[in-house]
């Protein structure tokens, strides 16, 4: 199935047949180092019970992000003082996660911890909130956007992001939705977002709900690049 519609993701000079290869060794890392993702794939894969499904092909579906990502989000201060966030899906095969999308309430017990926007097979989370205490989402960040570093490949970028995965490094994708499901505020996520190594470049957009608690964070690897900031008394009351 996921094999069939390969061609909808522009690989680079990566030949499929490697692509294959490496999400082998990234359903090893997870079935090793990260079970609880690793189980909550292979639930799906059995609940689906069909042959053109399998737990590597899953894998690959969660890690969209390391092969293909766009997307732009906004966090805004409206007049009343309410903070709001948008974000856009602006990838090049829309039409079909327009299909596919949905959205989750996860629970603990009896308690709502979060809700996001999710995309049928993935478990990661790209877009989310945690009610009366933020939101986040994730966005595309690539070397060309960064000053004095020169610009990369798709073919290196593809190969860089799933090597920091079999690296052990967190998935942006998985880093927010720990956020959501560990944090019970702003300040929380922000540490989080800022000082957990991830597997790629990222920007990860975060909203809160008291007075300019809104922040773009860009992420390297290792460590954060930048940090954009509301400032709504100097004029800043929105940042993308």
Known sequence: MVRDNLS?????????NAIWILFYGIEFVWWYARTDRYYEVAGMVASMDTP??????????????????????IVATQADGQIIHGRMMDFGYANHLRNIGYKAKFVRGDEEVHESTMFAGTVGVFTGMKPNAFSVSINQRTASSM???????????????IMGILAGFEEASWLTRYALENCTDFECARSILKNTWTNSLVYFALGGTKNDEGVVISRNLLDVAHE??????????FIA
């Open 8 to 16: 909808n993701i522009d690989l680079g000079h990566l030949p499929s």
């Open 52 to 73: 053109e499904m399998t737990i590597t092909e899953m894998v690959f579906v969660n890690t969209i992000y390391e092969l293909d990502s766009f997307c732009t989000s």
């Open 147 to 161: 000053k004095n570093y020169p610009e990369e490949s798709r073919t290196e970028r593809i190969a860089y992001n």
């Open 228 to 237: 954009e900031k509301l400032d709504v008394n100097n004029g800043k009351w």
